[in-house]
């Protein structure tokens, strides 16, 4: 066992300049990656759903890289490698929530034939009401998704480059805001899906490759280093309470390391099992492929990809457990989401800590721009054309609107993740996950399932549910819970108990959506539109018409 704690301790120092050499050659692949697909963007269609010309299988791969972010990797490898049992509910409860999304919305939401969440959702309803309503929950959550990813960069960039100030990560976190900007606005769509796709092919085999290393070094003994290290290890202040439990005889397998509270360990899995049916921005990609048939192709493909890969995630974390440490991450910078990187420099030096630090990156990049050009699409197509023109903008103005939208969403998002550095991103994203259970599903879900769903419904589910959540958020020990909360408060101040809102708002929402409906006088909505909806959703009978006007 000691060789094996050996091999982590005599690893080759980290590599600056290696590093950015690798990272440069990365970024400018994807760049002319993106440039290259951006030749053909020539209607609001090409930019914001890539001409629905992409075929099942590239949609899936695609899926696979939009749906797999910097939560997936260096957020539940790390989440796994500190608190072992509780951090693998992240793995279990976002493949589990892929396929709630695909049994209940993809494939009749990609029937409608629409460009973003709030065109489904307005189809049925008075149009402007719902498509503000949409449309802001659609920010919002993208808003969360990107301080997630933001922080995950910020943490991975300043272990590469050995940054620990916090002014330098904040540069980090900012550079990063710039390129994000600038494949989204160079590539739209089209772009940022082949980027997604060869991020995806990137980061599984990356996965596939540290999985079988670490399997060769440890094999069944895998567990067993894992709970020898979590049990020996000395942690930092930050993780006391952590400490205490280890030195208590707890064990990286022993539940209860993170999540003490039973009910907070519930609310999670709630957050995380119905988030997905509710992400806009991985919604918006099963408008990309041409027919229904492409779209369940994409399906397999992705339901196969995800599910490989957090099988991998397990191994992973384990294993930088076992090989570095659960004390180590904790001490790195970027803090838990450093297992990943720290582990590929156990296993393999500098250059593959390098070459797997860059596949993070990209994974990063491929995450945020998909975000940012579906927040884009939300604000230009559905509150400036929708709302504010009524529909009468050109594709000129929509698209300069859009590209305006790019560069505040940009310009927040960095100042967000500066603010939540120090956050493990996979609880960053099941955040946004809990704000899009509670805003968007209920909306989603009643809208194509029930004819008496109406406006008032709508609006009332939305808005609520999404006020919801987030006011628990504030109140909850991620704004008041310590060195790491973002008001940076001492222990013990949090007003709302739980770290994750879902048990409380995912209910409110559903309930004000059947509350609103029932209120609402008869004979509000259009039976014949609610009619034409679920025909459109189960057969994709007037998708293709319904794109071309």
């Not at 890289?65 to 976002?94: E, T």
């Not at 919305?105 to 489904?120: F, I, P, S």
């Not at 991975?156 to 540069?171: E, K």
């Not at 630090?357 to 929708?386: K, P, R």
């Amino acid at each position: 066992m000691n060789a094996v704690f050996a091999s982590a301790d005599t690893a080759a120092q980290n590599n600056p300049v290696l590093n950015i050499t690798i990272f440069g050659i990365f970024v400018a692949v994807t760049i002319f990656i993106v440039i290259r697909a951006s030749r053909n963007n020539k209607t609001a269609a090409d930019f914001y759903a890539g001409g629905r010309s992409f075929s099942g299988t590239q949609n899936g791969f695609a899926i696979a890289g939009d749906y797999l972010s910097a939560a997936s990797f260096l957020g539940i490898c790390g989440a796994i490698a500190v608190y072992g049992y509780d951090g693998f509910l992240y793995s279990i409860g976002f493949l589990v929530a892929w396929l709630v999304a695909l049994l209940l919305v993809a494939e009749l939401m990609r029937n409608t034939g629409k460009y973003t969440m709030a065109d489904v959702l307005s189809f049925r309803l008075r149009q402007r009401p719902v498509r503000m309503a949409a449309a802001i929950s659609t920010l919002v959550v993208c808003f969360f998704y990107l301080l997630a990813q933001m922080a995950g960069a910020g943490g991975l960039v300043a272990l590469l480059l050995g940054v620990t100030d916090s002014i330098g990560t904040a540069a980090v976190v900012t550079v990063v805001g710039v390129l994000m900007v600038g494949y989204v606005l160079i590539g739209g769509m089209k772009g940022t899906t082949w980027v997604q796709i060869v991020k995806a092919f990137l980061l599984i085999g990356g996965a596939v490759v540290m999985t079988i290393w670490v399997l060769a070094i440890q094999g069944v003994d895998l567990f067993a280093a894992a709970i020898d290290a979590s049990q020996t290890q000395t942690y930092p202040e930050t993780a006391k309470a952590l400490e205490d439990a280890i030195k208590g005889g707890a064990s990286v397998l022993d539940p209860g390391l993170q999540y003490k509270n039973p009910i907070d360990f519930l609310s999670l899995g709630l957050a995380l099992v119905l988030g997905t049916a509710g992400l806009p921005h991985v919604l918006m990609r099963f408008y990309t492929v041409p027919t229904a048939k492409e779209a369940r192709k994409s399906v397999v493909w992705a339901i196969m990809l995800i599910g490989l890969f957090y099988l991998l995630t397990l191994v992973l974390g384990f294993g930088a457990a076992g090989l570095v440490g659960s004390g180590t991450i904790l001490a790195a910078p970027g803090g838990v989401n450093s297992a990943a990187p720290l582990l590929a420099q156990a296993l393999g030096g500098p250059v593959l800590m390098g070459i797997i630090s860059a596949v993070a990156f990209a994974t990063i990049l491929a995450v945020v721009a998909g975000l940012t050009i579906t927040a884009a699409a939300s604000f230009s197509h559905d509150i400036f054309n929708g709302v504010i023109k009524r529909g009468a903008a050109t594709e000129r103005e929509e698209r300069k609107v859009a590209n305006i939208t790019i560069l505040v969403i940009g310009a927040l998002a960095i100042v967000g993740g500066i603010a939540v550095l120090g956050q493990n991103v996979a609880f960053l994203v099941a955040l946004a996950f809990a704000i899009a259970a509670s805003a968007n599903l209920p909306t989603i879900l009643y809208s194509l399932f029930w004819r008496g769903f109406t406006t008032r419904g709508a609006v009332w589910s939305m808005y609520g549910g999404l006020l919801c959540a987030i006011v628990l958020i504030v109140l909850s020990p991620v704004f008041f819970g310590g060195p790491t909360s973002v008001l940076k408060t001492g222990e013990g101040t949090a007003i709302f108990p739980l770290s994750n809102p879902g048990i409380i708002s995912i209910p409110v929402g559903f309930l004000l959506g059947w509350i609103g409906s029932i209120t609402s006088k008869k004979g509000s909505e259009d039976p014949k539109l609610a009619a034409e909806m679920e025909v459109r959703s189960l057969t994709g009978h007037g998708a293709e018409k319904a794109v071309q006007h």
